[in-house]
């Protein structure tokens, strides 16, 4: 069964407007944590944003903040302002267990957004 | 942040060959580094977990004898691809954990391999 679901696999915006990446997971672990991913079209893969299980507060990140909610299993990217070097495709992932093991990253389909000037 | 390398960034190579990519800790140690695989306009498939010291831990499906992990120190993993044919081109990402490091952010990814075999 997939763990993470990212069902848009592309996306465009307007420079300068928000957009919304959506993702959801699927977990019976009481402790994870979600991170987003961007990967340019050089391959490298630039950490954005983390949220962990446990976590009160949406994480915010510049112009990143991540929409949690928690009983829908869903971890949502939004970007404000978008800019023309937010174009790339962007990961959810999720990390099950304990914050400090250290286990796999599990990453969605990935959404490709692309910002029109 | 730490910064995690990879050599060669490319490689073409003929079938049947194999070809090695190194992965590097540049200013951290790293206890576990994982070895990913991804094809044009998909995802990061986990291959193995390398833990330094021991045999890595693949997941289902890769093939041990043709994806072989070395991780002989703290700051070098390898990942041979052996008798590499057509198929196994892909792009191949590591990424490793800070083992010191007390955050939730503990994994590092390098800038990756593309691999391209004729």
């Known amino acids: ?117 | 942040g730490a910064v995690v390398s990879q050599h060669p960034s490319r490689v073409i190579c003929k079938s049947g060959t194999s070809v090695k990519i190194e992965c590097r800790s540049l200013d951290f140690q790293a206890t576990t580094m994982f070895w990913y695989r991804q094809f044009p306009k998909q995802s990061l498939m986990l291959m193995a977990t390398s833990n330094e010291g021991s045999k890595a831990t693949y997941e289902q499906g890769v093939e041990k004898d043709k994806f072989l992990i070395n991780h002989a120190s703290l700051t070098l993993s390898t990942l041979t691809v052996t008798s590499a044919h057509p198929e196994d081109s892909s792009f191949y990402i590591c990424s490793a954990r800070d083992g010191s490091a007390a955050s939730y952010n503990e994994q590092f990814f390098g800038p990756g391999t593309r691999l391209t075999v004729l």
């Open chain 1, 1 to 117: 069964a997939q763990k993470i679901t990212q069902t848009q696999p592309g996306m465009f915006v307007q420079e300068k407007e928000a957009v919304t990446l959506d993702c959801t997971y699927d977990t019976s672990d009481q402790s994870y944590g979600l991170f987003w991913y961007k990967q340019p079209s050089s391959g490298e893969m630039i950490f954005l944003i983390y949220q962990g299980s446990y976590d009160e507060q949406n994480a915010t990140e510049g112009r990143y903040s991540l929409n949690f909610q928690k009983a829908r299993k869903s971890a949502n990217l939004v970007i404000s302002a978008s800019q023309l070097g937010d174009s790339a495709m962007y990961f959810c992932a999720m990390r099950e267990g304990g914050a400090f093991g250290g286990e796999k990253l599990i990453f969605g389909q990935g959404t490709e957004l692309s910002v029109k000037p």
